[in-house]
């Protein structure tokens, strides 16, 4: 028997950008897909003002993205689609409860550190990345070790929107995805991940030659506890953003780790990069620039 198209769409790092949602939208009523996968940093920066409609909107989260996703719902009715959520370390998690809000409303599901079923898929979801330079660490924790990088800040520095849940100084991104995949079968796992893994073609930054303290930074910026975990568990397909210049830097947006497919979405030119893939062969994905 022949196997059912399973036709997705997968965006990551859209950061508030209005114009990339409403090509996104569109697409999504042109084309109609049965899902739609978003990799996270989904939201503005907090500090930029947002114009729409001739209005200025002071809350992203309930003045633009639900009431956007819920007309979206209206307009396609049956059609629909199954849309699977992160955020990523640019979303202050302050923002969480209006994600969680929208599940409650059956917009979207919010997989953050979650198991779902979709089709006889098991969906999973995971928001955090190996140590930035950057200050906010909502969605930060150590690799695999509390080792961090030259130019990187320490997940236990910096500063939170939230107060934090766990305990950072002996908390990994290894040790997370022990717990959040557990004894699951992997034929048919699909992860949504924010960071790509480590040393790939999916998590090369434009670091050449920059020297931190006289030692050169890694041009590679992914996380090592990802790579690692493809590697050994080997699950069906593996969706990443974070790194918005790899896929210009290595013209690469997609690479096979064993029998693992893994795509980044993100893109650092003005575009919206959209990967359009059948879950039945992800193999044979393709990306979009609209």
């Not at 779902?116 to 690799?143: C, I, M, N, Q």
């Not at 924010?194 to 030659?209: F, I, K, Q, V």
């Not at 969706?239 to 795509?263: K, M, P, Y």
Request: aromatic share 12%; hydrophobic share 40%; net charge negative.
């Amino acid at each position: 028997m022949d196997k059912v198209m399973v036709p997705c769409f997968f965006v990551s790092d859209l950061h508030g950008h209005i114009d990339r949602y409403e090509k996104l939208f569109q697409l999504i009523r042109v084309e109609r897909p049965l899902a739609v996968f978003m990799g996270g940093d989904l939201l503005p920066h907090r500090l930029r003002p947002m114009h729409y409609r001739d209005g200025v909107i002071s809350h992203f989260s309930t003045e633009f993205l639900i009431p956007q996703f819920e007309q979206l719902r209206v307009d396609l009715d049956q059609d629909y689609p199954s849309v699977f959520l992160i955020m990523g370390n640019d979303d202050p998690r302050s923002e969480e409860p209006y994600f969680i809000q929208g599940e409650s409303s059956s917009l979207w599901n919010y997989l953050h550190f979650k198991r779902a079923s979709f089709l006889g898929y098991s969906l999973f979801g995971y928001s955090f990345v190996p140590p930035t330079p950057f200050h906010l660490k909502d969605w930060e924790r150590y690799d695999i070790s509390r080792f961090v990088d030259p130019g990187s800040i320490s997940p236990t520095e910096g500063f939170r929107t939230v107060e934090e849940r766990e305990d950072v100084e002996h908390s990994t991104i290894r040790k997370h995805l022990e717990l959040l995949a557990g004894g699951e079968e992997m034929e048919r796992a699909v992860f949504l991940f924010h960071s790509p893994p480590y040393d790939t073609c999916l998590d090369r930054a434009a670091l050449d030659g920059i020297m931190v303290d006289h030692v050169p930074m890694d041009v590679h910026v992914g996380s090592m506890a990802i790579k690692e975990f493809l590697e050994k568990r080997q699950p069906w397909l593996t969706l990443h953003g974070h790194i918005h210049e790899s896929s210009r830097l290595t013209g690469s947006w997609s690479q096979q780790i064993g029998r693992t497919v893994a795509f980044n979405a993100s893109w650092d030119k003005p575009e919206l990069a959209v990967i359009k893939f059948d879950l039945e062969r992800p193999v044979d994905a393709l990306r979009v620039l609209i």
